[in-house]
């Protein structure tokens, strides 16, 4: 390719740069309501509640036709939750997960690291769960961008 077919690609490209963010801004603005659960204890029934406020919480826009996104963030002991070897939890979270593709589940690597340290072996996470640098920061990060902020 010539330059000027190079510089003819690259305005096309920037060309679509306006389409390109307003179809991301369109799909953010879809999912109107955003909340983030925050999980820091290695309880069943805490993650249970978590789980049932995750599930109602959809139930209540889904009735109305209204969109949202739920992100479940585990750290500490909370990531015991999140664990394949741990969660007594493991096959609701992927039910929930098969059901609800606005759901997340968010994984403090942190806690993951240090797990691994003390417990001298790698730590394998449920196949739902997605890693996070830091779970405290995760949920800062959200509430910042304007997420709703529930602690079961």
């Known amino acids: 390719m010539n330059c000027r077919g190079t510089l003819a690609a690259l305005a096309g490209l920037f060309a679509t740069l306006p389409v390109l963010q307003r179809g991301a801004a369109a799909a953010e603005a879809k999912t109107a ?6 999980v820091d204890q290695n309880d069943a029934a805490v993650m249970s509640l ?8 959809q139930s209540y826009f889904d009735e109305r036709g209204e969109s949202v996104a739920i992100e479940i963030v585990a750290y500490g002991p909370g990531l015991h939750m999140l664990r394949q070897d741990s969660s007594p939890v493991k096959e609701r979270i992927a039910a929930m997960s098969e059901k609800n593709p606005h759901l997340v589940f968010s994984a403090c690597n942190n806690t993951k ?3 691994e340290a ?3 072996k790698e ?10 640098p830091a779970g405290v ?3 800062m990060l959200l509430q910042e961008e304007g997420w709703a902020y529930v602690r079961p």
């Open 118 to 120: 003390i417990e001298g």
């Open 50 to 57: 978590a789980l049932g406020n995750a599930g109602n919480v």
């Open 33 to 38: 309501h955003r909340l983030a659960l925050h």
């Open 123 to 132: 730590i394998v996470l449920l196949p739902q769960a997605k890693l996070v």
């Open 113 to 115: 690291q240090r797990m």
């Open 137 to 139: 920061v995760r949920l």
